[in-house]
């Protein structure tokens, strides 16, 4: 059998961890040389594949790539673009088919969440569609949680960890200086359309702390959250606020909508906190502080999860070994065992199942108030925030690494976008 050469590339909001999947491509791949040649990392996702930006990951040493998996962020750059269908856009196609001919690439790794496993089934669909054999094979990732069909989604771990973890702190703190001062915290997290994120917040309900939580899978009911709010504040002096940054009205729309919209078309957000906050003074005249954990939460590999670590690791490893088994448009798919004590394994997932569908929060994580979690949601969120594994420190600080990122000569003309 020949030896191909392979594509591998982060896209979309980059995780503490996904550098951890990139790491389980790479190491496998090296563990292969009889039938994987080099591979090569597309700098800023899909768009180093259609621009020919190319880097030769071949020139990072064993040491240089082992460090990934503590490196937080994409070491090779993301993007938000998403490939149009091969009849509204058949030059991208005929593009990335010239771009895999002239450097011999056979395997294509595409590493993000819903929207890159779109793309990453569109390109899965060239060998059938433009008659080039490529193998493509989607690694999960999504700090919300929402991929359908894998039992979660690696980021979503680490993320969890921090959301709960700042939550309590802050909480302490909040409760330190509500006889005179603050009584209500509002944090921000993230999730568009699926409330994971916010859910995890609802954990520090398990150390004595009131908590309110907004999800998206919720609509806002204004008068009820004033009304939870105050009874929570009259009974233990203080109150937290979770609020989703997709938490919405009635009607649908978003609390945080700018009236924008991203690369991928999606209603850019911000500022749930905020309205929240304002709303708050208005109605009960609290003291109240806000913040937004934005990248915070996404980046903060010092505190990621151990089980998120391994996990993130272990999509990566998989997928090469998917591709090296003959597989194409599947996806590594993590499948809980037990829940206590935890165990899970990896399943194969088919992409075609994948693209272009979230995963919600259920109803039954959800508690009957619509403000707070449900023992069956803390029974699955526990084991993915479990253990530490912390990053080497120097001086003080986390010491993370930062690649060559070589580029690979270009052999063909330049392509516009």
Known sequence: MSIKNAFYAQSGGVTAVINASACGVIETARQHPDRIGTVFAGRNGIIGALTEDLIDTSQESDEAIAALRYTPAGAFGSCRYKLKSLEANKREYERLIEVFKAHDIGYFFYNGGGDSADTCYKVS?????????????????????????????????????????????????????????????VIEVMGRHAGWIAAAGGLVEDQGIPVVILFPEVPFDQERFVATLRSKVETFGYCTVVVSEGAKHPDGRFLAE????????????????????????????????????????????????????????????????????????????????????????????????????????????????????????????????????????????????????????????????
């Open 125 to 185: 669909q060239l060998s059938e569609a433009m008659g080039y054999p490529i193998q493509a094979i989607h690694v999960p990732k999504t700090v919300d949680n929402d991929l359908p069909i894998t039992d979660n989604c690696p980021g979503f771990g680490s993320v969890a960890k921090y959301i709960a973890t700042s939550t309590l702190e802050a909480s302490f703190d909040v409760r330190s200086m509500a006889k005179t001062s603050t009584k209500v915290f």
């Open 258 to 417: 700018q009236g924008t919209r991203d690369a991928f078309g999606h209603a850019q957000l911000g500022g749930a906190a905020p309205v929240v906050a304002n709303l708050i003074k208005e109605t009960t005249g609290y003291k109240y502080h806000w913040a937004v954990a934005d990248y915070l939460q996404r980046a903060a590999r010092h505190l990621a999860s151990k089980t998120d670590v391994e996990q993130a690791y272990a999509v990566g490893r998989a997928a090469v070994e998917f591709a090296l088994a003959g597989h194409n448009a599947v996806m590594p798919a993590i499948k809980r065992t037990s829940s206590d004590p935890y165990t899970w394994e990896i399943e194969m997932a088919p992409l075609a199942k994948v693209a272009n569908v979230e995963k919600f929060m259920p109803r039954e994580f959800i508690s009957e108030d619509g403000f707070g979690i449900t023992q069956s949601c803390k029974d699955y969120l526990y084991p993915l925030i479990q253990g530490e594994d912390y990053p080497p420190f120097a001086r003080g600080l986390p010491s993370y690494v930062t690649l060559k990122n070589a580029p690979v000569a270009r052999k063909l003309a330049d392509f516009a976008l």
